[in-house]
């Protein structure tokens, strides 16, 4: 709310001056902006502010206290079922002055006053906007380490598939050797009973030496004859 004024009042006394501002915001709520004097303005915008606050209640009792500063009914239906639904999202500030120059004739500084009914868009604080950048980071961080465990799974997962495919070749080929064991095992004895079968045959080649003999005692006979 603004600083209250110092110093010699508007008009002749108290009365007129408050006469002076009833008048001046029963303006202001009617057309939403009025043109005035600069001082004028300033001593306006505390008043209109805390009759919009008022208005902001919407209850029986605000009704009747605004109505005892502004006597016009029409300005204040306005002000409880228009202006204040409006700025129902505004903390404060509901007036704007703008300064447009000075007056001919007396050069007095004249603003204009209005009401500013656009909707609020609230800014985040900093403390709001430091826990959002935090949360985004955390957010993207987390990703990154789904995306990290997507991978080591899928590579664990492609190890586990070629362990389980060299168990399954060397389970293959052990099954190939045992199956291959029996045979060579069958064709050992066979082998043995050829070998028997080739050995009595060779015997009566080894009885037939000892038939030489006599040709060795011949050549004795010989040398004695000499």
Not at 72 to 96: M, N, Q
Not at 144 to 172: G, I, T, V, Y
Not at 191 to 209: D, Y
């Amino acid at each position: 709310m603004p600083k209250p004024t110092k110093g010699p009042r508007l008009g002749g006394g108290p009365a007129h001056e408050r006469l002076m501002l009833a008048n001046l915001a029963t303006a202001l709520f009617t057309h939403g902006r009025i043109q005035t004097t600069e001082t004028k303005a300033k001593r306006l915008r505390p008043l209109a502010e805390r009759m919009v606050t008022f208005a902001k209640r919407g209850d029986l009792h605000a009704r009747r206290r605004v109505m005892t500063v502004i006597r016009d009914k029409s300005a204040v239906h306005r002000l409880f079922t228009e202006i204040a639904p409006l700025v129902a999202e505004r903390e404060g500030g509901y007036t704007r002055i703008v300064k447009v120059g000075f007056r001919k004739g007396d050069n007095a500084p004249m603003a204009v006053i209005e009401l500013i009914l656009d909707p609020v868009q609230k800014k985040p604080s900093a403390k709001k906007a430091r826990l959002k950048e935090e949360a985004e980071k955390a957010a993207k961080e987390a990703e990154k380490a789904a995306k990290a465990a997507a991978k080591k799974a899928e590579a664990e997962a492609a190890e586990a598939a070629e362990a389980a495919d060299a168990e399954a070749a060397e389970a293959a080929s052990e099954e190939a050797v045992a199956e291959e064991a029996p045979e060579a095992t069958e064709e050992a004895p066979a082998a043995e009973e050829a070998t028997a079968e080739e050995a009595p045959a060779e015997e009566p080649a080894a009885e037939e030496a000892p038939a030489e003999e006599p040709a060795a005692e011949e050549a004795p006979s010989e040398d004695d004859a000499k």
